[in-house]
Each structure stands twice: as structure tokens, then as C-alpha cells.
T-cell receptor, first 112, second 112 residues
Framework: EADIYQTPRYLVIGTGKKITLECSQT?????MYWYQQDPGMELHLIHY???????EKGDLSSESTVSRIRTEHFPLTLESARPSHTSQYLC???????????FGNGTRLTVT | QKEVEQNSGPLSVPEGAIASLNCTYS??????FFWYRQYSGKSPELIMS????GDKEDGRFTAQLNKASQYVSLLIRDSQPSDSATYLC????????????FGTGTLLAVQP
């Protein structure tokens, strides 16, 4: 079944650690996105990619980085986690222009 | 003015009633419009896509689009307690190649 997967589902980590949030999709979508959402707040686009080796920063400034070496894989990395990075991170993909986004289950990150 | 505006609610309706959720957008050239449902702590789930003026029905859900008024709405007939969630309006503005802009969402509470 075609889907989009995020791991881990929950992550609690100490300040200063390096973390990578994984996102993979089996739908063959070229476009992939990372959104950040605090509880009860709106979604903010932090990174997007329109294909392999293509990445762009979103509307919300983020200290995270992304890579797109394979179509199906779009990991997000924080080199040095801080408490201000505590949030929910949502990965999404879409088939193309004017297509809806399909979201993964999200990673809830807590930095202590 | 925000690019996509929604009343944050909560919108409270009795079980069995029609819930009406509204969204306005600023870019007159916007091309595609989506409604997502998000349960607390979960990721957004696509309910409806609409691309042209008029109504689009899918089961208990009807999306309505009026491009002249820059207005999109979602009607939920025979509301159920399980419909209680935050409903997000998302718009694909002109020329952004599928960078959806999300509203802040409307919290719907269906009272049994």
C-alpha cells in the first residue's frame, strides 16, 4: 500500500545532540515537504523539495537541514538540538502541481 | 492580512446538525483548494479538494468555492461527535508550484 512513513514517532533527547528525522514515501511523488507545528498552532513550512538534489527553505526559518538523494527519502537533520526545537515535525508529499499533500504520522520531538 | 484566514472557533454544533466552516484567501489567482481534518496530536488528513467554482460533494461533506469572493467553505451534514476536530483550509497560491498555505484552522465540537 502506497504511503508516507515517519520515524521515530516520538523522540526525547538532550540539548546538543544531533538528530535525524526520517521520512519515506512509496508513492513515487517528486514533491516532498517538512512542516513544523506546535500544539494548537498553525502549520509552518520549513523545507521542501521538488525532486532529487533539489531542496529549498520554507517560509519559517529553521536551523534544520534536509537532503534529497533518493526520490522516496527526505530526512531532516538538526546538528545540535535545543529546547526551542521542541515541536511536532510533519513530512508530506504530493504528486505535482495543484495536487493535495499527503502527510505522514509526524514526529513529536522533545528536547530537554 | 493573512494569506488564508479561518475563524479559530470553537464552532459548537449539536449532533445531526450541519456544520459550516469558512475560509477566505488573499491571492485572487489561487488555483487549488483543500480541506484537511486534524485530530488533536495527529497529522492532517485530506477530506476534500476543489478546483473550480461551485459545489463538490463527497458523502456528508460538501466543499463550496467562490473565486470571485475569494471564499471556500466546507459543509458537514449530519454532524457526528467523531467529526470533532480542527479543520484546516489550504490554498495553493498562483505561481508557487504547490507550496500550500494553511489557515490556522477552525476547531469543531459536535455535542452529543
Amino acid at each position: 500500500e502506497a504511503d508516507i512513513y515517519q520515524t521515530p514517532r516520538y523522540l526525547v533527547i538532550g540539548t546538543g545532540k544531533k538528530i535525524t528525522l526520517e521520512c519515506s514515501q512509496t508513492m513515487g511523488h517528486d514533491k516532498m515537504y517538512w512542516y513544523q507545528q506546535d500544539p494548537g498552532m498553525e502549520l509552518h513550512l520549513i523545507h521542501y523539495s521538488y525532486g532529487v538534489n533539489s531542496t529549498e527553505k520554507g517560509d519559517l526559518s529553521s536551523e534544520s537541514t534536509v537532503s534529497r538523494i533518493r526520490t522516496e527519502h527526505f530526512p531532516l537533520t538538526l546538528e545540535s538540538a535545543r529546547p526551542s526545537h521542541t515541536s511536532q515535525y510533519l513530512c508530506a508529499s504530493s504528486a505535482g502541481l495543484n495536487s493535495p499533500l499527503h502527510f505522514g504520522n509526524g514526529t513529536r520531538l522533545t528536547v530537554t | 492580512q493573512k494569506e488564508v484566514e479561518q475563524n479559530s472557533g470553537p464552532l459548537s454544533v449539536p449532533e445531526g446538525a450541519i456544520a459550516s466552516l469558512n475560509c477566505t484567501y488573499s491571492d485572487r489567482g489561487s488555483q487549488s483548494f483543500f480541506w484537511y481534518r486534524q485530530y488533536s496530536g495527529k497529522s492532517p488528513e485530506l477530506i476534500m479538494s476543489i478546483y473550480s467554482n461551485g459545489d463538490k460533494e463527497d458523502g456528508r461533506f460538501t466543499a463550496q468555492l467562490n473565486k470571485a469572493s475569494q471564499y471556500v467553505s466546507l459543509l458537514i451534514r449530519d454532524s457526528q461527535p467523531s467529526d470533532s476536530a480542527t479543520y484546516l483550509c489550504a490554498v495553493n497560491p498562483r505561481g508557487t508550484t504547490n507550496k500550500l498555505i494553511f489557515g490556522t484552522g477552525t476547531l469543531l465540537a459536535v455535542q452529543p
